[in-house]
């Protein structure tokens, strides 16, 4: 298993509050859009051989790769992008979700994205990407309370 500093805080309710509040701090989406980007560059490093068609979510426009570990009691989320953008919205979602029970994934509508204005400011391609790698977290975590 790779290191990962997720999750952040002690509940997902927390997590999204916290991010909630941090792009608050920010007057313009451009701003907003350069938090991302630095956010991106704060993902763990993902290991080469994991970037395979096998890991790879589709959906996204960009190249966006997604390994999950553990089980119900605690799944992981390791995620790239190689846009760094996306690597921004990963690290948002990964912040909310990684490191949680599946319980917890499941009980936790992404409610960050509307309160930082995130449906607002995305592409389409970057929506439906951001959607398609939401969907992949809830799919997982539904597949581990099975």
């Not at 991010?19 to 993902?46: C, H, N, V």
């Not at 994991?50 to 999950?68: A, N």
Request: with cysteine.
């Amino acid at each position: 298993m790779i290191d990962t500093p997720f999750p952040l805080e002690p509940t997902a309710a927390d997590a999204q509050a916290t991010i909630a509040e941090e792009f608050s701090f920010f007057g313009d989406w451009s701003e907003r859009y350069q938090y991302l980007i630095d956010l991106g560059r704060k993902l763990p490093t993902f290991p080469e051989e994991w970037k395979s068609e096998e890991h790879r979510l589709h959906g996204c426009q960009s190249m966006v790769w997604i390994v999950p570990e553990g089980n119900a009691d605690k799944l992981v989320f390791h995620a790239v992008s190689d846009s760094a953008i996306v690597s921004g919205l990963i690290y948002l979602a990964l912040r909310v979700y990684s490191g949680r029970s599946a319980a917890e994934i499941l009980a936790t509508a992404p409610d960050y994205v509307a309160a930082i204005g995130l449906a607002k400011h995305l592409s389409p391609t970057r929506s439906n990407g951001l959607a398609a790698m939401l969907a992949f977290i809830r799919d997982t975590a539904q597949a581990q309370q099975q």
